[in-house]
């Protein structure tokens, strides 16, 4: 049922490890002056909790989310921290029918890393949801699971708690495009979780 979201997962996962694999030999390298150093690559996971804009008004729903994010290195500084993101999200939990809001997306991510402990962060992903929903009432041919396209800007700020370890907080407003007919879903939630960086940590500066 999610063969099609699995599909479109892989090819991005794997042009990201292609992409760190021939960066960050180059990177190891030759470090330019107030760069950080290390592998620019961030993975974490965690809990969201989402209005699903399907169903009863206020059906809200669980789920677990994952992502990695790669920064390009050794830039200009009006884009120093400009990255690369891959989500996914598997919304499955707590509804009082059947109904799964499953993502795979990936698009561009901005953090401003001025402060140690305070990450702020803005971005834009896109990609495949995964629907299912109730049987519309059909026996022979019961239609109950579709893929749509999803896009979803969303912000956040992540927290150092530990030298490579961040605890993130997020809001992502999604949309669901002609969802069973002309009409676009906008499920849209939070995300708590953690982080594990992989870079270098800056010196402290301000909080």
Do not use: C
């Amino acid at each position: 049922m999610r063969t099609k979201l699995i599909h479109w997962l892989f090819p991005s996962a794997l042009l990201l490890v292609l992409a760190v694999s021939t960066v960050a030999p180059a990177h190891a390298q030759v470090t330019h002056a107030g760069s950080q150093q290390g592998l620019p690559l961030v993975i974490g996971g965690g809990y969201s909790n989402f209005a699903t804009d399907y169903g009863p008004a206020g059906t809200r729903m669980s789920a677990i989310a994952a992502w990695a994010d790669y920064y390009l290195q050794d830039v200009a500084p009006k884009i120093s921290g400009l990255g690369i993101e891959i989500e996914a999200r598997d919304l499955n939990y707590g509804a009082p029918f059947r109904l799964r809001q499953t993502t795979g997306m990936a698009g561009v991510i901005y953090e401003w890393s001025h402060y140690y402990r305070f990450r702020p962060y803005g971005k834009f992903i896109a990609g495949q949801g995964s629907l299912d929903f109730p049987n519309n009432g059909t026996i022979t041919n019961p239609y109950t699971h579709d893929t749509y396209l999803v896009t979803a800007p969303g912000g956040g700020v992540d927290i150092r708690v530990l030298p490579h370890v961040f605890v993130r907080a997020e809001y992502q407003y999604q949309e669901w495009h002609q969802v069973l007919g002309p009409r676009n879903l906008t499920p849209n939630g939070i995300t708590v979780g953690a982080s594990w960086d992989f870079r270098t940590p800056r010196q402290p500066v301000g909080p």
